[in-house]
């Protein structure tokens, strides 16, 4: 995404119907429009933990329409709906509630997002009652309160692993686009922006080239990703990213990503600059030292060659006996040293596994009552706490209900778990026996 850190925006546009509606656009102060749904959506009366987890619910939601540019990318001038259906209710020119209008004066510029990821949740809600959803129940989210839950323990209650991002940066809503066209020769951080939305696209396009590094630099091979993915969504194939371009390749991201939707697959740390400007040795520090020893510690849990590994940012011996270890499995020269071409092979095979087991509750579920994460923030303080019980009914909003009873991340199977030996070719499993009667 081209924002790395969200910001509350100072105002919001509202269309007053359904995105194909012929309706008016409003612009409000973005407080005034959070005090305007939460008095819509949610009763003043109910508890205030409750009251707390909606708002918080409401504005995580806002904004992850604003920060994925959502409408804006399909050609419309708003950020935002009033049509339930779509989004979140707001009526124009409707009074508040004291109780709601105090509460979202103090969390308008909180929000929710998955530890590890950069875009506010997508946090969708229904009222539990008429219409279930896969998100927050409102009435479900009352009975929690008077059951003595706080608004942290409700809302990861039906999100799951979630944190609080709080007092984000406030700002005018800004258009990602660069202001002029990208094309060849071209430098900086809108090129690498470029660069990584089509490699991920290229994932679901195989059609699109593949770049080798996201470097920043419109060369001749980010030229080629462009006029592929031109061809492909019918625009003027001239390998120049204009408006137009941009914002469809934008969209696309957005959707292959899912950042749109509560399960998102998540706008992360090394999605926008994932390349290291300088090789990595022993006796580097710092952050890019630490994504790279997070890749080698997922890779050393698959891999029995590639020894573990400590997460501390200080490039030493051990992480140096890794490196070897994973450029001799990878078929590398083995220097020790971190150089681009080891960087990216070590992320390529890492993102394999990122995208194909973490990603899958299937597959790899996710242990709430042993999961423990306090990423850094960016643009804001992270709330930690304890993870609730996971309770209530996850349903879609819009009107789809939903026939499945709450995911229960903490439940996993033996088929999921590691049996404790290696297996390698010609491994059985032993023979039961049985005797009949």
């Known amino acids: 995404m081209p924002v790395v850190v969200p910001y509350i925006p100072e105002n919001i546009t509202v269309h007053l119907g359904a995105p194909n509606a012929s309706a008016a656009n409003v612009t409000v102060p973005f407080v005034d429009y959070v005090k305007n749904v939460a008095s819509s959506e949610i009763y003043p009366t109910w508890e205030e933990s409750a009251l707390r987890a909606n708002i918080l619910a409401i504005v995580s939601y806002a904004l992850n329409r604003v920060y994925t540019e959502y409408y804006r990318t399909r050609g419309y001038d708003f950020e935002i709906t009033?049509?339930?259906a779509y989004d979140q209710a707001f009526v124009y020119g409707r009074s508040y509630f004291e109780n709601v209008s105090r509460l979202a004066d103090q969390l308008f510029n909180d929000y929710l997002r998955r530890p590890g990821f950069l875009e506010p949740l997508a946090a969708k809600f229904c009222n539990g009652t008429t219409v279930t959803c896969e998100g927050l129940s409102q009435w479900g989210s009352q009975n929690l309160a008077q059951q003595g839950y706080n608004s942290v323990q409700i809302l990861r209650s039906y999100y799951g692993n979630v944190e609080i991002v709080s007092d984000a940066p406030i700002r005018?809503?800004?258009?990602?686009?660069?202001?002029?066209?990208?094309?060849?020769?071209?430098?900086?951080?809108?090129?690498?922006?470029?660069?990584?939305?089509?490699?991920?696209?290229?994932?679901?396009?195989?059609?699109?080239?593949k770049l080798a590094s996201t470097?920043?630099?419109?060369?001749?091979r980010t030229e080629a990703s462009v006029r592929a993915f031109q061809r492909i969504f019918g625009l003027t194939v001239d390998g120049i990213v204009g408006p137009s371009t941009w914002y469809n390749i934008l969209r696309l991201y957005t959707g292959v990503t899912q950042?749109?939707?509560?399960?998102?697959?998540?706008?992360?740390f090394y999605a926008i600059n994932w390349s290291p400007p300088d090789a990595l040795r022993q006796g580097s520090t710092g952050e890019k030292v630490r994504q790279l020893q997070y890749m080698l510690s997922v890779l050393a849990s698959y891999i029995p060659n590639i020894p573990p590994l400590t997460v501390d940012g200080i490039f030493g011996s051990r992480t140096r006996a890794s490196v070897l270890a994973a450029q001799r499995r990878f078929g590398l020269p083995e220097t020790g040293v971190v150089d681009a071409v080891t960087w990216d092979e070590i992320y390529d095979q890492y993102s394999g596994i990122e995208n194909t087991t973490f990603r899958s509750r299937e597959t790899f579920p996710e242990n709430l009552a042993q999961t423990t994460a306090s990423p850094q923030s960016s643009g804001g303080a992270v709330t930690a706490g304890n993870f609730g019980t996971q309770r209530g009914t996850p349903a879609r909003r819009n009107g789809a209900a939903s026939s499945s009873s709450a995911v229960r991340y903490n439940r996993t199977s033996t088929m999921t778990q590691f049996p404790g030996r290696d297996l390698c070719f010609g491994t059985q499993d032993p023979v039961r026996l049985e005797v009949v009667r």
């Open 259 to 268: 950042l749109s939707e509560l399960r998102s697959q998540g706008q992360q």
């Open 215 to 220: 470097d920043g630099i419109f060369g001749s």
């Open 82 to 84: 009033n049509s339930t």
């Open 172 to 209: 005018g809503i800004t258009s990602s686009y660069p202001g002029t066209p990208l094309r060849v020769g071209s430098r900086g951080p809108n090129v690498v922006v470029l660069q990584v939305a089509l490699n991920r696209i290229s994932q679901n396009y195989p059609a699109i080239p």
